[in-house]
């Protein structure tokens, strides 16, 4: 152990410095709004409000992005690569909120990742690359 932090740099070829400060990592799969409120209600008690706000407008987001998904499915099967063509096609939503416009893009792979999740969680199935809603949000 290095008593002298100076005297390293001189001797030593390669060192780090490292913060022993704890970390947490906290992954939130929720796709309903409520509940996306409901977490971000008991995370903000415990973490700093800048960094439960981001999380809080990309759940949001995805969230939005999951319940239209749901509502451009209808009753019919639909080729993935169809569906991502026509959301890429019509991003950025603009959604008016009380404080503003809250605008919401994505990209073909976080839109993959979005099927996915809903596939995971039971609400549409992913058969020969064609969507099929099973249920809603």
């Known amino acids: 152990m290095a008593k002298q932090v100076d005297v390293i740099e001189k001797v030593a070829k390669q060192f780090a410095f490292i913060d022993l400060v704890p970390e947490w990592e906290i992954e939130i799969r ?8 409901q977490a971000l209600q008991i995370a903000a008690k415990y973490f700093p409000e800048k960094d ?24 019919e099967k639909i080729p993935v690569d169809v569906i991502i063509k026509e959301f890429l096609r019509i991003f950025p939503f603009e959604i008016p909120t ?8 994505a990209t073909e792979r976080s839109l993959y990742a979005i099927l996915r ?11 020969g690359n064609k969507v099929r809603k099973i249920r809603e949000l």
């Open 30 to 37: 929720e796709l309903r709004i409520e509940r996306v409120n």
């Open 52 to 75: 439960v706000m981001n999380v809080y407008f990309a759940l949001i987001g995805k969230s939005i992005v999951a319940n239209e998904t749901l509502k451009a499915l209808g009753n």
């Open 98 to 105: 009380e404080r503003g416009v809250m605008v919401i893009n």
């Open 117 to 127: 999740e809903l596939e995971k969680f039971g609400y549409i199935d992913i058969k």
